[in-house]
């Protein structure tokens, strides 16, 4: 801790549209960009905080930086009817009610929630909703903590961004955790679970701690990964180096290795300026040491990462200081995603061009995935096919784990972004996975008591 005494901010500090003027930065921007601040903020959430304003964004470099990109909204997220009427209704001083009302009609427009999570990856128990759960993949539950739904800053990009703004029946949480021991309990093949959020790493120690300890029982020994979701090493690395409970934490994670589990920190990492300072690689350094692996993955984002060389250093100095490169996912189709969608195509040559670069060790990272309803389809190329141009795809996470690691092809698109957008290849009308589909939902939290993941044949989930 004394070696960043006085070099970092150590009072964590929000910085949102209420005090975002008073910062001496703001002064430096240009009153256009101001503009486009004051007015998207009202409709997407805003939130950074000192350190990402201090220690990560170039002053120098604005609008083009792009940790600013990252953390600031912009003019261009939304389209220029809904971006006009919203500054004209602030220009003449509407009310908030107003205000409220028209942000909300805009945010209905930007899907707020894809790939059917409200609606397909909920489990049900005893009749009960958990609505603080998804359970996609067999593997692996999703648990989103009720005290660990907000970050430590926003990305601007976000895929959850409709929880954070207020449209209260898209929020998910759980508020028991006894909930989600009675449910691993039913699950003895669930092998993963998912803190997620927000992001957990909001949480006091104890808070988190309430949440882990119970799943470290032997009775549910099958658990044997936790994951962590989070993006407090690039947004606020002194959780683990100069926060008053920095060693409880990390107290908290050997205890989970103790247990016998792995404890895997998924680290959404967009750039790799966000591992460039001696905080957060001081922070990366103890959390390794407490025997967690941390695993990077991120969204390419125009913008904020669409080139092959931001990949290729990321990865490799990610490996330099310890981490495993982890999913390479595109931005999903959901708020302002025309302003940061980069085409499926194209996706795959800046992954491509950054993967030629790097060594084996940085080659574990795959992608470029997209995280759609059926489950994760990864681009992995485009070919030649007896004279018809193809994007070869294939699943690296099925609702139907059968479907994974099967090649599959699609009319080649140099337009297309998203999985609904492609059509099957060769004169087919359906995608294999389609045809597999029909009649089916796939919900894995109904299925109950089998122990073993193998033991749990694809068939039986209707
Ligand atoms: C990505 C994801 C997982 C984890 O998948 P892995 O490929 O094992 O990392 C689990 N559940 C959901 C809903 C996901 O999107």
């Keep these: 801790m004394g070696m960043f005494a006085g070099t970092y901010p150590t009072r964590y500090q929000a910085i949102t549209i209420h005090n975002i003027a008073k910062q001496p930065e703001w002064q430096r921007l240009d009153p256009e960009v101001r503009e486009g601040i004051e007015v998207v903020a009202r409709v997407l959430p805003f939130r950074t ?7 990560l964004i170039d002053w120098s470099n604005i609008p083009d930086d792009p940790i600013f990109q990252l953390t600031f909204p912009q003019r261009g997220m939304l389209a220029p009817e809904d971006f006009q009427a919203m500054r004209d209704l602030l220009r003449r001083g509407g009310s908030r009610e107003e205000v409220t009302a028209l942000a909300n009609e805009i945010r209905y427009k930007l899907n707020p929630h894809p790939a059917g999570q ?37 990305c601007t990009y976000c895929f959850r961004w409709a929880q954070f703004v207020g449209i209260d029946e898209l929020k998910f949480e759980a ?9 691993l309990r039913r699950h003895p093949f669930v092998t993963d679970l998912l803190y997620t959020g927000g ?13 882990i300890e119970p799943v470290l029982h032997p009775d549910l020994a099958h658990v044997q990964t936790i994951r962590i979701g989070t993006k407090v090493l690039s947004y606020w690395p002194q959780r683990f180096v100069t926060d008053e409970d920095a060693d409880d934490v990390l107290r908290l994670f050997e205890s989970i290795v103790k247990a016998g589990r792995h404890l895997a920190i ?7 300026r966000e591992m460039a300072t001696p905080i957060v690689q001081e922070a990366i350094r103890r959390v390794r040491e407490t025997g967690a692996e941390i695993r990077m993955q991120a969204p390419l984002v125009r913008h904020v990462n669409d080139s092959p060389e931001v990949w290729a250093t990321m990865w490799q100095e990610g490996v330099r200081l310890g981490m495993i490169p982890y999913y390479m996912f595109v931005e ?44 994760k389809v990864r681009v992995l190329g485009t070919a030649e096919i007896r004279g018809e141009k193809v994007i070869v795809l294939d699943f690296l996470q099925g609702r139907n784990p059968d479907w994974n690691g099967r090649p599959f ?12 957008q492609l059509r099957p290849a060769f004169g087919e009308e359906k995608f294999f996975f389609e045809k597999d589909i029909e009649g089916r939902s796939f919900e894995w939290w109904a299925v109950e008591g089998t122990d073993h993941p193998l033991s749990v044949p694809a068939h039986v989930v209707a």
């Design 266 to 272: 998924m680290a959404h990492f967009s750039h790799p």
């Design 118 to 154: 409200l609606t397909h990856n909920v489990p049900m128990m005893d009749g009960q909703r958990l609505w603080g759960m998804q359970h996609k993949y067999r593997e692996t539950v999703l648990f989103f903590p009720a005290q660990g739904q907000t970050c430590h800053a926003y």
């Design 49 to 55: 905080n000192v350190y990402v304003v201090r220690e």
């Design 332 to 375: 999903r189709d959901t708020g302002p995603k025309n302003y940061f969608e980069v085409p499926l195509v194209e996706a795959h040559e800046i992954f491509r061009q950054a993967f030629a670069q790097v060594s084996g060790l940085a080659r574990t990272v795959r992608g470029p995935s997209m995280s759609a309803w059926p489950g």
């Design 409 to 420: 092809f699609a009319q080649y698109d140099p337009k297309a972004t998203w999985l609904d």
């Design 175 to 183: 508020k028991e955790v006894d909930l989600l021991v009675a449910y």
């Design 199 to 211: 992001d957990p790493m909001i949480m006091k120690a104890r808070a988190l701690r309430r949440y």
